[in-house]
């Protein structure tokens, strides 16, 4: 065996190897550094949050990554056979020790560093004087409804559910808490004022996802999930299905336009006075 | 030019059937009667057994804690009247425990007849059980409780029944020791029937654990 | 000499049917698996190529489906069918059924697994589950569109939630139960044969890292698959029977309310499937770990680097990998309390896997590097490993999860790690030990030109991933046009499709050199790479029951490369002390 690897083979393999290792490494920090595919601006606070983490264990990893592809490229190197012999070690219980320290100061404290921001989106609940939007996904859309004036959402029943008679939700009739719930294909809410979510599922689950808000969470059948978010910036923003729910999946998508204090008002009365004339 | 076998390897005679490390149990146990070869050490058949019940407790496992989960979820699990021939059930799987147990000590004492009969209550018992489990079911089904009547009648069905096809191939086990050649086997006699009697008071043990399981939380 | 009078078992086995197909000795079924697997990789890599085609050429017609356009049931059922099939019939497969059974008994100087009639059934028992599984195309409605995770209840309440929902996800969850008894058999066998079999001589700290790997992997499998088991019986009943373990009540599917389900959950099916989901992923790659460590010690002529602490890293990972599960749920629901905890673990599993990846480093630093093949698909996977673990960091952290759950970030993380560093353990360990198995060397030009291409291949098919899901795209979309923030992405799928092109077609060159070099290739002498363990103290390929009758001693490590003072720069496991040293 040892004569096909002669020194000369070994040499031109070891180079190629160690090569692309580099080449690979550069160009992979470019495109993480150059961001040319990339987040879209956070248009929240929370949002800003999540990115700094996000920063943070990318940089971190990114030293790591670097260290590790060069490090092999360079044993790949040093150590082709160019006739010498290799040298006999079993191991260095001090650096295992050691690297063993680093790694898992270096994992935990990055894990304990990104849980603020998870218990900010789930351990508190909304602010008071939140704004709710109960969220509906279904088999392949979204719905969004208001409480309206009353501040209450009325009852709906499954039986009542007809998408094509423009009860997508079972509004009940007999339930006057929802003559004035206002339904919406599209999620409208002020900016600069705290939202809270209420999600849910008619059929399978889904997953509400807004890149720009950071935020995701499955709707889960039987279940209503509570998440919040306040968004700064106006703007309108696609709403895409995260989690895998039938044919229709790739094509589930909805808008939250986030518009001003105004803005949204205006658009509130609008859906009402188009209640009333029904 | 090292590495052939035949220059360097030593020959060892047929007594050893294992790595010199190995833990628990050392050589070949004592179980002198018949069969086996040398290389195939009897002590492997308990391990595999256990191994088995691992992976069989884990199945199980998986179904209890579904079970509790299911059971603390909501408000739609509605009790209902626990057939009373479960009790004499388990009394009868108990005394196959019991019975198995005198079965092994015959044969540990070369009394192959008394064995033999010990041996066949046991079998008996165990399909006694299963008679009885079926029993049950159809007390059930009088009742109108069924499969899905109710997610407390899911789980007795899923329940008993995976229990009961597990008990099913302990018995089926049990007729195997009881008519096999074992001059001709590797396995030794007193090795499969121990190996058999592990199994059947698991299943005993995994029963009264269910029964608990399903009374308790019925 | 002496040699042994035996039973039945000694007798070397004849006929064609007792020797190819119901063979009961451990190297046959070794084959099979592979092959099975050899099978499963390239339906596998088909059905993800049409899935690439028309992700990015989606008005491209293809021929057999009627009217030519694909439709998004169907890619969902490539991505399902995909999915299923790499991860239970390649990567639970050939790593571990494969080469595990046909190098872990030599390795530890045994005739044969403990139970070679449960082993045969073993692999028998996966086969059929391979054809249920399978036969899922060609029912009506076809495949199933749920994915390999199956979440109900879209999952759970056939046909009214999608095509293939009906009996194509019913003979999914056929398929995949038997495969769960198939795997608790096989486990069963390979740790009892390593418990008790094990040579004299062959103390646990002797054993190759292969055989600690195999070992480990065989008890994740001993305790993971009886949980997916009883998944898929809950499953399978609230499919057909009407129960409603996963399926809550007051659902409405398309207008059409369903009364006889009420009161389950789906995320008891997410908890009992990642449960197993899990330490599934860790089956898949420990026995590459095992083959990385043995191939870059072999072929840089050194020690293993920390063999203690790579025994005891395999360890932690698997025990660790039990406890995790919980961070494929983060934005399932489920409580947010336990998603800190499942966090805090996820990230304690990257300290022995890093580990692991230090010893590599250390294995290969210092040493004398012989590029064979194998040697450089062993050195791929370091840095494939790497990589693809170090994106883990970004998951395992909810906050980040929040946004790149479900997107292509989680899809270049897992490919890389189990669709790319394991097959590069399966191909180290196939060019490591063809010759042992065939008796005939593979072809070293052919296959470095297979390594590059698919060394270089991979890395431009999911690095780019990564940038896709920074960017929000989410999983399992069939078509790019439904949501316009993908549109920017478009040109990225296309290098990715072209990339996926070229390696699916390198592999043809491995497929040529593996059957061609099986029956052409150069005459494979006992010990070729010049390696310490048992298998190279035999012929190859070798006699039926491996030792030809004598009973192997075992007197050093594994790793005894380089030895100050000793004339060769290896010393075999079984040399006698006063052989070493001994000229010849």
Known sequence: MTRKSGEQGSAAVAFTFAAFLVLFTVATVYLFVAKIWWFPPAISQFGTQIDDQFHRTLVITGIIFVLAQLGLALAIFRSRDHGQKATFFEGNSTMEFLWTLATIIMFVGLGLFGEHAWAEAHFQGAAAGAIQVEVTGQQFAWNFRYAGPDGKFGGTKPELVSASSGNPLGLDPRDPASKDDVVSPVMYAPAGHEVELLIRTQDVTHSFFVRELRLKQDAVPGMTIHMHFDALDPGQYEIACAELCGLGHYRMRSFLNVVSQEEFDKWMRDQETALQQQ | MPGTITDEIEIIDAGHGGGTDVPAGGDDDGEGSGGGSPEMPQRAYFTVIQLGLAGIIMFFMALTSSFLVRKGLGNDWVAFSFPRILWVNTLILLASSITIQMARRHLHEDQKAAFQRWWAVTTSLGILFLAGQLMAWRQLAGQGVFLVTNPSSSFFYVLTAAHGLHLLGGVLALFYVSHRNWQRSRMSQVTATDVASIYWHFMDGLWVFLFALLYLGR | ?584
């Open chain 3, 1 to 584: 000499m002496v040699t042994h009078e035996g039973g039945g078992h000694h007798h070397a086995p004849s006929g064609f049917i007792r020797k190819y197909i119901f063979s009961l000795d451990h190297k046959v079924i070794g084959i099979q698996y592979y092959m099975l697997a050899l099978f499963s990789v390239f339906l596998g890599m088909a059905l993800s190529l049409l899935m690439r085609i028309h992700l990015v050429w989606p008005s491209l017609k293809f021929p057999l489906i009627p009217g030519g356009l694909m439709t998004p049931e169907q890619y969902l059922a490539l991505v399902t069918m995909h999915g299923s099939i790499m991860v239970f019939m390649v990567l639970t497969t050939a790593p571990q059924s494969g080469f595990g059974n046909y190098m872990l008994p030599i390795q530890i100087g045994a005739e044969d697994m403990a139970f070679p009639v449960l082993n045969m059934l073993s692999f028998w028992i996966t086969f059929v589950s391979l054809v249920v599984l399978t036969s899922a195309f060609f029912v009506t409605g076809g495949a199933p569109i749920s994915g390999w995770t199956a979440y109900p209840p879209l999952s759970a309440m056939g046909e009214i939630t999608g095509p293939g929902e009906g009996m194509g996800q019913t003979l999914w969850v056929v398929g995949v139960a038997i495969f769960c008894i198939a795997s608790l058999l096989g486990a069963l066998n390979f740790i009892t044969t390593t418990v008790d079999l094990r040579a004299k001589g062959m103390t646990l700290g002797r054993m190759p890292l292969t055989v600690w790997a195999w070992l480990v992997t065989a008890i994740l499998g001993l305790l993971a698959f009886g949980v997916l088991l009883a998944a898929c019986l809950l499953l399978l009943l609230d499919r057909l029977a009407g129960t409603s373990f996963f399926i809550p009540g007051g659902l409405v599917v398309t207008d059409t309310p369903i009364v006889s389900h009420t009161g389950g959950s789906p995320l008891l099916w997410q908890h009992l499937f990642w449960f197993f989901g899990h330490p599934e992923v860790y089956i898949a790659i420990l026995p590459g770990m095992g083959v990385a460590s043995h191939v870059l010690s072999t072929f840089s002529r050194k020690p293993v680097f920390g063999y203690k602490a790579m025994v005891g890293a395999l360890g932690a990972i698997g025990f660790l990998g039990f406890c995790v599960w919980g961070h494929h749920m983060f934005i399932s629901g489920m409580s947010p309390y336990s998603a800190f905890a499942f966090s805090l673990l996820t990230m304690t599993i990257g300290v022995p896997s890093a580990i692991k990846t230090f010893n590599w480093l250390g294995t290969v630093w210092g040493g004398k590097i012989q590029f064979t093949t194998a040697m450089m698909f062993a050195l791929g996977f370091v840095s494939l490993f790497v990589t693809g673990g170090l994106s883990g960091l970004f998951l395992a952290q909810p906050s980040i999860d929040l946004y790149l759950h479900d997107t292509y970030f989680v899809v270049a993380h897992f490919h890389l790690i189990m669709g790319v560093a394991a097959i590069f353990g399966i191909f180290s360990a196939t060019y490591f030990w063809f010759p042992k198995m065939f008796g005939r060397m593979l072809n070293e030009t052919i296959g470095k030109i297979h390594f590059w291409f698919t060394f270089v291949g991979v890395y431009c098919i999911f690095m780019p991933m990564h940038f896709l899901g920074i960017a929000g795209h989410p999983r399992r979309y069939a078509d790019t046009t439904g949501v316009n923030f993908l549109a920017p992405l478009h040109p990225v799928h296309y290098f990715i499709t072209i990339a996926a092109m070229i390696t699916i077609t390198a592999q043809l060159l491995f497929l040529f050199n593996f059957f061609y070099s099986m029956k052409k290739g150069d005459k494979a002498t006992e010990n070729p790479w010049n390696a310490t363990t048992l298998e190279w103290s035999i012929p190859s390929p070798p006699p039926f029951d491996n030792f030809a009758g004598h009973v192997p001693v075992v007197y050093r490590g594994p790793y005894e490369f380089s030895v100050p003072g000793a004339p060769d720069d290896y010393i075999p496991q079984h040399l006698t002390p006063e052989r070493v040293g001994k000229a010849h």
